[in-house]
């Protein structure tokens, strides 16, 4: 079956703009999660969804950072006045959840470059 | 959530077992160990989760002993395809998940 997609693969934006980040998990996995991976670094958590609600916006670096998931499958990941830190590859998992749902499947990531 | 600590980077030859050691001091008695794979320029991809003892599946053996302080992810018979970022994890696997550095594989012919 079809794995977790994000779109765009590649954004490029100047700084001070808005962007919008797409992540379509596997169906019917009810958690989503979002992580942003520097060069030479592992993935950094940003935020969890469990269904349509945030269970843990912890990793979420700024107010400038937000994520929905209106209907508890597509998540958008929104950045308003991008800054050039920004720039990173952005990545989404998803899993089934519950019971013997640990396994955390991973999209190829959107990379975001701030200019 | 515990810190890991492994090796920044080891080299292999094909055919040969490779084994990368984890340490994790501060593991809570909730915490699994979780190890994914990263290829470059995709996400990561999970190997491989054990609580205790030894857990083996198709692609790895993982080696946990007694105290839970480390934990060893042995790949046998590696091949080149098996050049990736691996990174090992403790925690709890439902919520979200703490990367370190990873270790870099480089499987030379």
């Known amino acids: 079956g079809a794995g977790v997609s994000q779109t765009p693969s590649n954004k490029v934006t100047e700084k001070g703009k808005y962007v919008e980040l797409r992540c379509d998990p596997i169906s019917g996995h009810t958690a989503l999660y979002w992580y942003r991976q520097s060069l030479g670094q592992g993935p950094e958590f940003l935020i969890y969804?469990?269904?349509?609600?945030?269970?843990?916006d912890s990793g979420l670096p700024n107010d400038r950072f937000f994520a929905v998931r209106p209907e508890g499958s597509v998540s958008t990941l929104k950045i308003q006045r991008t800054e050039r830190g920004d720039s990173a590859v952005y990545l989404c998992?998803?899993?089934?959840?519950?019971?013997?749902?640990?396994?955390?499947?991973f999209g190829p990531g959107t990379r975001l470059t701030v200019l | 959530l515990a810190k890991t600590t492994q090796p920044i980077s080891m080299d292999s030859y094909e055919g040969q077992e490779v084994n990368i050691t984890c340490s994790h001091n501060n593991i809570a008695t909730n915490d699994y160990i979780t190890w994914y794979q990263q290829f470059p320029s995709q996400g990561p991809r999970f190997i491989i989760q054990?609580?205790?003892t030894k857990v083996t599946n198709e692609v790895a053996s993982l080696f946990i002993p007694a105290d839970r302080k480390s934990s060893t992810l042995s790949l046998p018979r590696v091949s080149l395809s098996d050049t990736a970022v691996y990174y090992c994890l403790v925690g709890d696997p439902f919520q979200k998940l703490v990367f370190g550095t990873g270790t870099r594989l480089l499987v030379s012919p």
């Open positions: 054990g609580y205790k």
């Open positions: 969804f469990q269904g349509t609600g945030a269970a843990d």
């Open positions: 998992a998803s899993s089934s959840g519950g019971g013997r749902g640990y396994e955390q499947f």
